[in-house]
């Protein structure tokens, strides 16, 4: 969390959790609460409590997708409204709030192409953080490209199956491109009653590892040893994969 923007807020009124979560929502760009709540590190129930207070001060606003709630920061700028109008207000933190304004404005995410937001994952727990947070953004439809048979080597089966009992369950659909083997033709068996569609790659193009694609989000995941994960969010990139893997799906892929 930015620590002197932090600061900053909570000079301007509002309290703590609430500059946090006003924080967290203006990095994050449109999400639901509990990817909120998350980042900023504040339970649910005072982050839901938090949000309808922000939105009422009118730093957040609210739209819904699909029947679930999306909630998106308002421009920075704003905060400065909001200090003129709070009472005993100290023209010192006015001066500071317009000097850190182009912090402010440096995570707020506007239009439709976005600055790149990138983070890492390293080990098993950071595999399992990654898989975790595609259940909670709560996507339609993912779009992976991926060696099974390398993630079988860290994602143990119970866990994997938990995973896909959780995705099924909140109707996630999955597309899933992968190379031709006995292990996968028993996969491909199963996809009906899994909500998935299973495709096979020209084995000429095998590799490690895997690509995972939803929303404005894709995810590389690395299965050598140092079993890595980079979640990229950007639309304009996102898009770029998803095109990339609509032609494999379409003309490559059996």
């Known amino acids: 969390m930015h620590t002197e923007l932090l600061k900053l807020i909570t000079n301007l009124g509002l309290a703590e959790k609430e500059a946090k979560i006003y924080l967290a929502t203006l990095e994050l760009g449109s999400e639901v609460a509990s990817r909120i709540a998350k980042e900023a590190g504040v339970d649910r129930v005072n ?8 939105k009422k001060r009118g730093l957040i606003s609210e ?3 699909g029947g679930v709630k999306y909630f998106t920061a308002e421009s920075p700028e704003k ?3 909001l200090g003129q109008q709070t009472k005993g207000m100290i023209e010192n933190n006015l001066l500071n709030l317009k000097n850190l304004l182009p912090e402010f404005l440096s995570l707020y995410k506007t239009g439709t192409v976005r600055k790149p937001r990138v983070r890492f994952y390293e080990g098993k727990p950071g595999y399992l953080n990654v898989y975790d947070q ?6 339609k439809e993912v779009l992976i ?7 079988t080597k860290i994602i ?3 866990y994997e199956a938990d995973w896909i009992k959780r995705r099924v369950k909140l109707g996630i659909k999955l597309r899933w491109l992968d190379w031709d083997s006995e292990m996968m033709w028993k996969e491909r068996a199963k996809s009906t009653h899994k909500l998935r569609e299973i495709k096979f790659l020209p084995d000429q193009y095998k590799t490690s590892g895997g690509i995972f694609i939803y929303q404005h989000k ?3 995941l690395s ?14 990139f996102t898009a770029l994969a998803k095109m990339m893997f609509e032609l494999l799906w379409k003309y490559v892929a059996k």
């Open 79 to 81: 905060l400065l409204v």
């Open 156 to 158: 143990d089966a119970r």
């Open 223 to 236: 299965t050598t040893e140092d079993f890595m994960a980079v979640v990229v969010e950007n639309e304009e």
């Open 63 to 65: 739209t819904e997708k």
């Open 218 to 220: 894709f995810i590389f």
């Open 145 to 151: 490209i991926l060696n099974y048979k390398e993630l």
């Open 47 to 54: 982050t839901y409590y938090m949000l309808d207070t922000l």
């Open 134 to 139: 595609i259940l909670e953004d709560l996507p």
